[in-house]
């Protein structure tokens, strides 16, 4: 009704690297990078709500400390995720975005209940050109 717009990028899904157990068993995810002329963000869209543990429970939410490597350099990150969402959100969108669009592959782990430690491998091949795509739609400089 506001006729603002919205675009994005996103990864192909995937599934964990290891196959996880039902109701998991079928889990699929999405890397995604969004703008809207005046704001980016980036975060994980699951097919299914992640079930993650050690997390730190805030108001409607959860902080979600974990790894993630960008090619060969292994970062500590803080992803939020609203109670019972599919989605898990970067806590530092810009510099997320940053990494995404200068690396080749994004191994995430999470530690997931009844599962232990997961793992989603993401593509990140031509995410650079991409999220220029992305930006020139937008307008966003």
Same mark, same amino acid.
């Given at each position: 009704?506001?006729?603002?717009?919205?675009?994005?990028?996103?990864?192909?899904?995937?599934?964990?690297?290891?196959?996880?157990?039902?109701?998991?068993?079928?889990?699929?995810?999405?890397?995604?990078? @969004?703008? *809207?002329?005046?704001?980016?963000?980036?975060?994980?869209?699951?097919?299914?709500?992640?079930?993650?543990?050690?997390?730190?429970?805030?108001?409607?939410?959860?902080?979600?400390?974990?790894?993630?490597?960008?090619? *060969?350099?292994?970062?500590?990150?803080?992803?939020?995720?609203?109670?019972?969402?599919? &989605?898990?959100? &970067?806590? *530092? @969108?810009?510099?997320?975005?940053?990494?995404?669009?200068?690396? *080749?592959?994004?191994?995430?782990?999470?530690?997931? &209940?009844?599962?232990?430690?997961?793992? &989603?491998?993401?593509?990140?091949?031509?995410?650079?050109?991409?999220?220029?795509?992305?930006?020139?739609?937008?307008?966003?400089?």
């Amino acid at each position: 009704m506001t006729g603002a717009k919205s675009y994005y990028a996103h990864s192909p899904a995937t599934a964990s690297v290891e196959k996880m157990s039902f109701p998991y068993h079928d889990t699929t995810a999405m890397l995604n990078v @969004g703008c *809207d002329g005046k704001s980016e963000w980036a975060y994980i869209a699951f097919s299914n709500a992640p079930n993650i543990v050690n997390t730190t429970i805030k108001n409607g939410y959860n902080l979600i400390q974990t790894r993630i490597r960008w090619n *060969d350099k292994v970062e500590s990150v803080t992803l939020s995720q609203d109670w019972g969402s599919e &989605f898990l959100h &970067f806590s *530092d @969108g810009k510099s997320a975005i940053s990494r995404i669009a200068g690396s *080749d592959t994004m191994p995430l782990e999470l530690n997931w &209940f009844g599962e232990g430690m997961v793992y &989603f491998k993401f593509s990140l091949a031509g995410s650079s050109a991409a999220i220029s795509k992305m930006r020139g739609l937008s307008g966003a400089k």
